[in-house]
Every structure is written in C-alpha cells, then in structure tokens.
Nanobody, 124 residues
Framework: QLQLAESGGGLVQPGGSLRLSCVAS????IGWFRQAPGKEREAVSC????????YYSESVKGRFTISRDNAKNTVYLQMNSLKPEDTAVYYC?????????????????????WGQGTQVTVSS
C-alpha cells in the first residue's frame, strides 16, 4: 500500500515562495494537483520516475519546479512568484500502477494514491 505525506503549505504574500514536500516511494509518477473553492481539481505538475521527465501546466510554467530527493523518498514542488490565483488546497498523488501519461499531461484519474492535501493561501 503506497502512502503519501504532504507538508509545506501556508500563508504567503503575492510574489513570495513556498516549497511543498511529498514523502512517497514505490511510484511510477508523482503528480501535484490543486483545487480552489468552487473549482474542479486541476493538474499543476508531475514527475515521471523512470527518467525524471516533468510536466507543468501553463499557469505555473516558469514559476514552479518539481524535483525529487531519492535519499529522502521525497518529491518537492518549489513555488515561486506566487499569485493570489494560486490559492488552493494542493494534493500530492502517486501513480502506483504505471498507467499515467506523465510527462505529457497529468490527469487526476490516472493517480490511484492521494495525500490529504495542504492549504496554500496567497494574500496580502
């Protein structure tokens, strides 16, 4: 049973930075998704374990970076130049089967393990 543990959310001013962490092992791909109140869950980024290839949504490209530390079994989402529209609950998810389309895209239905979510609020 693959288990995920997220951390790193919080309140930050516009233009600030946060780093989210997701402790996981035994996955084929890790995705970060977010859901704002009243909106559907959307993909933010994913990382394919086989070759470390990555995907970013257009809304975060150039501002967010996904990476991993194998020694710590941790995947990070570094978020820079944060905007109020980045406010959401952020979820880490894992593809434990090997069927995800990462890095070409990231679809929630391709990830079968989910973390509990961490709140990110960007506000002055």
């Amino acid at each position: 049973q693959l288990q995920l543990a997220e951390s790193g959310g919080g309140l930050v001013q516009p233009g600030g930075s946060l780093r989210l962490s997701c402790v996981a092992s035994g996955y084929y791909a890790i995705g970060w998704f977010r859901q704002a109140p009243g909106k559907e869950r959307e993909a933010v980024s994913c990382l394919s374990r086989g070759d470390d290839s990555t995907y970013y949504s257009e809304s975060v490209k150039g501002r967010f970076t996904i990476s991993r530390d194998n020694a710590k079994n941790t995947v990070y989402l570094q978020m820079n130049s944060l905007k109020p529209e980045d406010t959401a609950v952020y979820y880490c998810a894992a593809d434990g089967i090997g069927l995800s389309t990462c890095p070409y895209t990231a679809r929630p239905d391709e990830y079968n393990y989910w973390g509990q979510g961490t709140q990110v609020t960007v506000s002055s």
